[in-house]
């Protein structure tokens, strides 16, 4: 059972990432989703699940400017680059890209038909664009200065006819352009760069706000100042909000508003929403000029708000805040409903709140002064202010119902993290007494209330104890009982054994130092790291604990006798997080390369490593069940990790399952020459091998049917698969023809435009190119070489046809008959080959025995010569001499010759006998000599091809 327990595979589940890092920031019509520029791409973000639904990337220039259609469908954007784009919402496409002004765009709306996009401009000019066609119809120019703000009349009511264009600028002015006649009309109330322009919602009203603190209503029947209303601040972003509802509307039953204007009989009254430099909310009545309503921020630091949007179909009013953050307002209270974090900086410190598994709270330290608490289910986040420092460490109370805070104010705080409590994400308790940053807490780990412990850069660890907290107030009573220089450098991390019995502190200066629980007396020192130690965790079942150190090494000690039991090294940088999983019997560590390695204790091995950071992981957080690990870095990325190892043993199950019933049905497939379906099943397995003997099989049956059916079949992804397999093969001279014929098939079968449309085809035709073309050199030669072959062939039979014809049995042979006929004739020209060769041995051997006997007078040779040359010449008709001198053993004397004859023929070959060393040494190479002595040039000797009876025929003597 105990390996069933071992994990294996963890795999990113959800994540918290950057959804907005400052721009421009819009809600659909539908307020199902938003869209926000985050650096150089646009996200759209789900306003329910905070995930994001899609990223749209263009240049690498950052984004300056958005605009959605009213019907959601299509969005606009602008960057530094100067280049304008149209984007499909629902598929992520870029349809259409134009370049615009010669300055950056800070400003764009659609009108109400979804076919004209007006761009403001730094440049001082207002465009308007038709976006189906990618051209400008209309080039405004008259601002003085920046043009911050476009919007296009909504058209309602009776004015569905008026086609204007409202602008606003850093010169304080608003105009209103009419695209018809292009008529321009200025209005000039404000003495300040205007910001905001919203509109009523019978249409016939204007409200514009700006710098210098008011917020002015026009009536635009007669392009006059209505009211003027101030609000005591930089209006960065305003709304207007008719009706604005008495009290906070019930979701599922909304009162109509026809009803509440007949029950109290009067008008409907409607505000004017307003936000800037102070951050926060403030509604304001558009008749009285009064404030009506104002957000409470309960003391915490607020940010000045950016924009502010209006969510009509929930009743509810959006802000975006200079920290990044987006939050949604309910109507009329202000009351806060939603959070996203659009940007998280770098992530310190995270870690669970509850062990409960509806519970998926995150607790997380993101190198501010707030601390964030994150819903993982509907990715909603809740800050807790309270720190004036970057908070570095966190820790949770074994019930989650407590959490502390350590930041560089050298504070520590405590938070009542309990839905049940009225006190809930309020701090209930405040340490003072560290010198100097506040690096590590750690709470008990038994008891509820008993005891903090904190380390910090002043090299000293303090030992707080806690009361029962007042039930009227919530607030803990805190108590500093021991403090203890602990260590000569700073103080990076603190753990609490189980039974809260010891404490474990580390240190830069490489040492790891255990303490008594109760009064912080030593109880042994933990040395062997070379470096600084960044983290310790104790064994939750063993005496033991657990070491991470800049030295990329991980060391597993006994708090017994203090001695180093394993040392882990894997690691290619400072391991700056490790914790223990499966009951102690795993570690789970993070370092500064982004990698995070799961580790088995028993063996010492890695195994497994996860890559899915882009920086430094400082945070690590294991789930109580041990489902999730959480880890977070400097990439300000946080990546939910759950455990798959259960699923994934489950897969392989069933994956070698299916291939067992895959290798039974190819095998099925071959005994039943089912070749299609084996075709089929071994693309399914991926079996290469296999299928290359399959093509083989059927280009060697000459079935080409079956392979046009095979062919015919595939799909795109088949297609590519089959060509991958064709390039590996055509690199083996074995299987090219294979390949080669298979790749000749395929390309008669499918067009070219339909290849060129897979994905990697570019990659696949240049690895079948150049080894295609080695494979036709070599053949080519091949078949070049084949002609000597050819060649030599007729030259025998033109030697050696007339006696093979003379001496092979002719037969009347049928056609089955003819190959064996030809094998009889080449066998037989063999032979004679042979033959001759033989015969050309002997006579070289026998003139060299005959140069080599005594030498004659050549006076006498003369005179010889000269007695038998009447006989000769009297019989030279009868007795021809030969071309070139021959043994005695060569010449044949006819069995039919008269005896005078034989007489005459043998002074013949006398003569010739006498003739033959200078024949010989003729044959030899060495130039012939006359009777003087001197060297004559060789006669040249005609060789004539022999008769049929294996003789040379005789020339006629001279």
Known sequence: M?????????????????????????????????????????????????????????????????????????????????????????????????????????????????????????????????????????????????????????????????????????????????????????????????????????GWELVSGGRDKVAIVWDLRTNMRKTTVAVFESVEALQLVSPWPATAPDASHPPPAKKIKK????????????????????????????????????????????????????????????????????????????????????????????????????????????????????????????HTDIVVCLDISQKGKLLATGAKDNTVRLWNLDPASPHYNTCVAVCVGHTEAVGSVALAKKAAWPFLVSGSVDKTLKLWHLAEPDGATGQLTVKCRHTQKAHDRDINSVA?????????????????????????????????????????????????????????????WSVSDFTCIKTFEGHANSVLKVAFLSSGMQLMSAASDGLLKLWTIKTSECVNTFDAHEDKVWALAVRADESEVV?????????????????????????????????????????????????????????????????????????????????????????????????????????????????????????????????????????????????FQRLNKLLQNSFIIDYTQQRMHAVLGSQLDAQVVPRSASDDDEQAIADQRLAKEARLVQTLIERRRQEEAEAAAVSAGPVRNPKEEDLEGTADVADDESDAEEAPVPVRPASRSDRKVDGGATPAKTAKTAKTAKAATASTPASASASNGDPQQNSNGQAQRPQAVTTQEPTSDGQHPATPAA
Not at 544 to 555: E, F, G, H, L
């Open 263 to 386: 029950e109290r009989g009067v008008p409907e009254r409607e505000a004017i929403v307003v936000g800037g430099e102070k951050g926060r909310l403030r509604a304001f009545d558009i008749a009285t000029g009064v404030s009506i309503a104002e957000e409470e921020t309960k003391g915490a630091v607020s940010f000045q708000l950016t924009d502010v949007l209006k969510c009509a179909k929930t009743g509810r009013i959006a802000t975006v805040s200079s920290d990044h953050n987006i939050s949604f307002y309910s109507l009329p209270t202000f009351k806060l409903d939603k959070l996203i974090a659009g940007y998280n900086d770098e992530v310190i410190d995270v870690r669970y709140v509850s062990a409960e598994p509806t519970d998926r709270r995150l607790a997380v330290a993101t190198n501010s002064e707030q601390i964030r608490v994150f819903n993982l289910e509907t990715n909603d986040c809740h800050i807790l202010p309270g």
């Open 631 to 775: 880890s977070g870095g400097s990439d300000s990325l946080l990546n939910v990790w759950r455990d798959h190892t259960a699923a994934e043993h489950a897969q392989q199950l069933a994956d070698a399952h299916n291939l067992v019933l895959r290798e039974q049905e190819l095998s099925n497939a071959l005994l039943n020459k089912n070749y299609s379906k084996a075709v089929q099943l071994a693309f399914t397995l991926d079996q290469p091998f296999r299928l290359l003997g399959l093509f083989q099989l059927l280009f060697e049956s000459d079935d080409q049917a079956t392979v046009a059916v095979i062919l015919n079949e595939f799909t795109d992804e088949q297609l590519e698969k089959c060509l991958s397999y064709i390039r590996d093969w055509n690199t083996n001279a074995k299987h090219s023809a294979t390949a080669q014929r298979l790749l000749k098939a395929l390309l008669a079968r499918h067009r070219p435009a339909k290849l060129l449309a897979l994905p990697n085809i570019k990659p696949l035709l240049e690895g079948l190119l150049p080894y295609t073309q080695r494979h």
């Open 496 to 556: 609490v054994a189980p039974n809260d019995r010891l404490i474990a502190s580390a240190s830069q200066d490489r040492l790891v130092k255990l303490w008594d629980g109760d009064d912080l007396t030593p109880v042994g020192t933990l040395k062997g790291h070379k470096r600084g130690v960044w983290c310790v965790e104790f064994s939750p079942v063993d005496k033991i604990c657990v070491t991470s150190s800049s030295d990329k090494t991980i060391k597993l």
């Open 2 to 202: 105990e390996p069933k327990r071992m994990k294996t595979t963890f795999k990113v589940d959800s994540k918290v990432e950057n959804v907005y890092t400052g721009g421009k920031v819009l809600i659909s019509n539908s307020e199902e989703f938003l869209v926000s520029t985050c650096g150089d791409v646009i996200k759209i973000v789900d306003v329910a699940s905070g995930r994001v639904r899609r990223t749209l990337e263009g240049d690498t220039s950052a984004v300056t400017a958005l605009a959605i259609s009213r019907d959601d469908k299509s969005l606009v954007s602008c960057s530094m680059s100067l280049i304008q784009r149209l984007w499909d919402i629902e598929t992520g496409v870029c349809k259409k890209t134009w370049k615009i002004h010669t300055m950056p765009v800070v400003s764009l709306d659609f009108d109400a038909s979804g076919t004209l996009v007006a761009s403001g401009s730094t440049d001082r000019t207002i465009k308007v664009w038709d976006v189906d066609q990618a051209f400008a119809t209309h080039n405004f120019r008259g601002h003085q200065g920046v043009v911050s703000v476009v919007r296009f009349h909504p058209l309602v009511g009776q004015q569905q006819q008026r086609l204007q264009l409202f602008s606003a600028g850093d010169d304080g002015s608003v105009r209103i352009w009419d695209l018809i006649d292009k008529k321009c009309v200025v209005l000039s109330e404000h003495l300040s760069a205007v910001t905001s322009l919203a509109f009523s919602a019978s």
